[in-house]
């Protein structure tokens, strides 16, 4: 079967840090743009980081950089965002997604889309 699957959210205090996991399978995010996205009620949808795997480029949020880390595995099926001093506004449902072009916010455009993680970041 083909999807993604996010691991890795859950509850952390303010200034705390998280790695997200993403694991592909039917696949490989090998050609492809692997991306992070997250949505909630207050922002909508927001693209937060993009690695393309064909040229080992990295595109970064201005919301989140400097804090967020993409990288993806030496085998191409696993991808992560490490998240490093955490803000409330940061809580959000990420998504990772996969697409040879750049797709933005645009869900619906995406290739692959995953199931999503709750990130919670609270005192």
């Known amino acids: 079967e083909v999807q993604l699957v996010e691991s890795g959210g859950g509850l952390v205090q303010p200034g705390g840090s998280l790695r997200l996991s993403c694991s592909a399978s039917?696949?490989?995010?090998?050609?492809?743009?692997a991306t992070w996205v997250r949505q909630s009620p207050e922002k909508g949808t927001e693209w937060l980081s993009t690695f393309y795997t064909y040229e080992n480029s990295t595109f970064v949020a201005a919301s989140v950089r400097g804090r967020f880390t993409i990288s993806v595995d030496s085998a191409k099926t696993t991808l992560y965002l490490q998240m490093n001093d955490l803000k409330p506004e940061d809580t959000a449902v990420y998504y990772c997604?996969?697409?040879?072009?750049?797709?933005?916010?645009?869900?619906?455009?995406?290739?692959?889309w995953g199931k999503g993680a709750l990130v919670n970041v609270s005192s």
């Open positions: 997604a996969a697409d040879e072009y750049y797709r933005g916010d645009y869900q619906n455009l995406y290739d692959y």
């Open positions: 039917g696949f490989s995010f090998d050609g492809l743009g």
